[in-house]
Each structure stands twice: as structure tokens, then as C-alpha cells.
């Protein structure tokens, strides 16, 4: 099984969210984060002054999923959220040991 975490433009979450479901992805979770890489911020202007978001507002984006469909479900998030800019994101993947229901305690692939 494989986590993939994405952190993404807030305007593409929808577009992304309806390829996972196209996909049969049944769950994720979403959170409001903040931060920077090598859009290192940007500039706004309030009330005629110039001032400097160092953290700029993104959405991380995580879901878990069997090793058949992590190349799938990573395909259509880069499809989903690429605008061929910078700040467009970053895909994190990594391996998860084991899932566990808590209301059925079903464990492994059945509980995703």
C-alpha cells in the first residue's frame, strides 16, 4: 500500500477530485497548509504598500491506496493539477505498513 501526499494549487482540488473518484478512489483527506519552495512567496499589495507572503496557501492532499493503483492515482493527479507553472505542487509517496477500520477492524488492503 502507498500514501500519496500532494500539495496543490486550491483551485485544482475539484479537478482532482473528480479524477479520483473516476478512478474509484473512495476516500481522502484534505488540509489547508501553507508554505514556499521555489515560488519563494509572492508580492501583495494593500492599500498602496507592497508587502511580502512568505507562505503562499496551498491544499495537501492525502490518500491511500493499494500498490496496482498508486501509479494511476498519481498519473491523474499530475494530469489534474499541472498548469506549467511554478508553485503547480509537489507528489510525496511513500509506503504504509499497515491500514486498520477502526469500526470493523478489518486491516491491510480490505480496510482502504
Known sequence: MKKIEAIVR?????????ALVALGVHGMTISEVRGFGRQKGQTET????????DF????KL??????TNAQKVIDAILNAASTGQI?????FVTSLADTIRIRTRETGETAL
Open 87 to 91: 508553485g503547480d505542487g509537489k507528489i
Open 62 to 67: 492525502e490518500v491511500a491506496v493499494s500498490d
Open 10 to 18: 486550491h483551485h485544482k482540488v475539484e479537478p482532482i477530485k473528480t
Open 46 to 53: 494593500y492599500r498602496g504598500a507592497e508587502y511580502k507572503v
Open 56 to 59: 503562499v496557501p496551498k491544499v
